[in-house]
C-alpha cells in the first residue's frame, strides 16, 4: 500500500512560470516531509523540508505547502528555470517512531522549456 | 559538506555471482540507508542501520543482506544476484537517530545478465 503518492508522473512547464508539484499522503503519522530533486547519473539531493507544526516554508525560489486536514503537500518553484528540469522526490517520515525512516514517493518528472 | 561515496558507479555481474556494493560515509553519521530506484517505483527502502553492528529490514529486504562492522561503512550484499536484482541502488545517511534528511551518494548501476 503506497503511502506516499505522486500522481502525476510528469509535468512540462515554460520557463520563468510557476512549476506546483503535488504529494498526497495516507499515513496520519508523518509528521515530516521533505522533497528531494534528481538528475539522471546522480543521487538525490534535499531541497525543502517542512514539519507539520506549519503549514509554508520558503527557500528561494522553493516553497512547500501542507495541507494536514487533507494530507496534501505541494512545491511551489517560482520562477522555473531550465535547470530546475529534474525528477522530484517527496519523502515522509514519523519522528515519534524509534528511528528515521523515510517513505518516498514514485517521483514526477519537471522539463523547464527555454 | 557531507561525503557519501559508493564503491562503483557502474557494474555488471553474471546470474549467480555474489555481489558486494560498498557505501562510505565521512560524516560521522549514525543511520545508513541503502535503496534502489526503478522507473515508476520510486525509491524503494531494502535496508538500514541506526548503529555499527545493527540492522533493520526495509521494505524489500528479500535476495539482500547487509553489513556494518564500522560506523562510516555501509555493504549491501546480494548473496545469488538475479537479472530482477538490476536497478540503481543508492546509498544514504543521516546524522541522528530521528532526522530524516539523508545524505545520498551517487549510486551504482548494477546490470545483472
Known amino acids: 500500500d503506497q503511502q506516499v503518492k505522486q500522481n502525476s508522473p510528469s509535468l512540462s512547464v515554460q520557463e520563468g512560470r510557476i512549476s506546483i508539484l503535488n504529494c498526497d499522503y495516507t499515513?496520519?503519522?508523518?509528521?515530516?516531509f521533505l522533497w528531494y530533486k534528481k538528475y539522471p547519473a546522480e543521487g538525490p539531493t534535499f531541497l525543502i523540508s517542512?514539519?507539520?507544526?506549519?503549514d509554508k516554508n520558503e527557500d528561494g525560489r522553493f516553497t512547500v505547502f501542507l495541507n494536514k486536514s487533507a494530507k496534501h503537500l505541494s512545491l511551489h518553484i517560482v520562477p522555473s528555470q531550465p535547470g530546475d528540469s529534474a525528477v522530484y522526490f517527496c519523502?515522509?517520515?514519523?519522528?515519534?517512531?524509534?528511528?528515521?525512516?523515510?517513505?518516498f514517493g514514485k517521483g514526477i518528472t519537471l522539463s523547464v522549456r527555454p | 559538506d557531507v561525503k557519501v561515496t559508493q564503491s562503483s558507479r557502474y557494474l555488471v555481474k553474471r546470474t549467480g555471482e555474489k555481489v558486494f556494493l560498498e557505501c562510505v560515509q565521512d560524516?560521522?553519521?549514525?543511520?545508513m540507508f541503502w535503496y534502489r530506484q526503478d522507473p515508476g517505483l520510486g525509491l524503494r527502502l531494502i535496508y538500514f542501520?541506526?548503529?555499527?553492528?545493527?540492522?533493520e529490514k526495509g521494505d524489500i529486504p528479500e535476495g539482500y543482506s547487509v553489513s556494518r562492522e564500522k560506523k562510516e561503512r555501509f555493504s549491501l550484499i546480494l548473496e545469488s544476484a538475479s537479472t530482477n536484482q538490476t536497478s540503481m541502488y543508492l546509498c544514504?545517511?543521516?546524522?541522528?537517530?530521528?532526522?530524516?534528511?539523508?545524505?545520498f551518494g551517487p549510486g551504482t548501476r548494477l546490470t545483472v545478465t
Open positions: 544514504a545517511s543521516s546524522l541522528l537517530r530521528l532526522a530524516s534528511e539523508q545524505y
Open positions: 499515513n496520519s503519522m508523518f509528521d515530516y
Open positions: 517542512i514539519s507539520s507544526i506549519k
Open positions: 519523502a515522509a517520515s514519523a519522528h515519534a517512531g524509534a528511528n528515521s525512516k523515510l517513505t
Open positions: 560524516m560521522d553519521h549514525e543511520n
Open positions: 542501520s541506526y548503529d555499527v553492528k545493527m540492522k
